[in-house]
């Protein structure tokens, strides 16, 4: 499969997303012959760094085939040293140039941290990661926390990754915020 460079492939998506909106899914590389392409390696053209809500769904929404796109999830889409390190995996190692975050509207993990309170270690280890949202976000609304908690998820992306910054600085890498409309299915790519 092709490398594509970041503008390639935010084109790409943007194409793919118009699709979906227009019910007009080509659903192509979802085959055997796909399979078979991609069994000794993988160049995905974007990672896409998003919620892990079940109404975010990534290869559909965005109209791409297996080995297209990595796709890292977590409930609210934190960067933390998890997610952080599957990205420097894809942009290292895989020669991805695209890295998309993606937040979304109702967004349940968004909703249990605005809401604070303590519900699990590992609950209240996760939510610890969006409260710096929470906390700057300009409106207190979820929504506009969640679109805030993007933002915080991107910029920790560089400021927590060597890999990523020089990848951004010297290596044509590009990051881009999205927000996902799960009632409509439209992406705003950013
Ligand atoms: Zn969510």
Known sequence: MERLTAEEAYERLRAGNERFLNDALEGAGRDEARRRLLAQSQHPFAVIHCCADSRVAPEIAFDTGIGELFVVRV???????????????AVANLG????????????????????????????????????????????????AVARRNVQVSAERLVT??????????????????????????QIELV
């Open 160 to 185: 927590e990754s060597d890999i990523i910054r020089e990848a951004v600085a010297n290596d044509g890498a590009r990051i881009v915020t999205a927000f996902y409309h799960p009632a409509t299915g």
């Open 75 to 89: 409930a609210g889409n934190v960067a933390n040293r998890s997610t952080i390190a599957s990205i420097e995996y």
């Open 96 to 143: 991805t140039r695209l890295i998309v975050v993606m937040g979304h509207d109702n967004c349940g993990a968004v909703a249990a941290a605005i809401a604070g309170g303590e519900i699990s270690p590992s609950l209240d280890y996760l939510l610890e990661y969006i409260q710096p949202a929470v906390r700057s976000s300009d409106d207190p609304d979820p929504d």
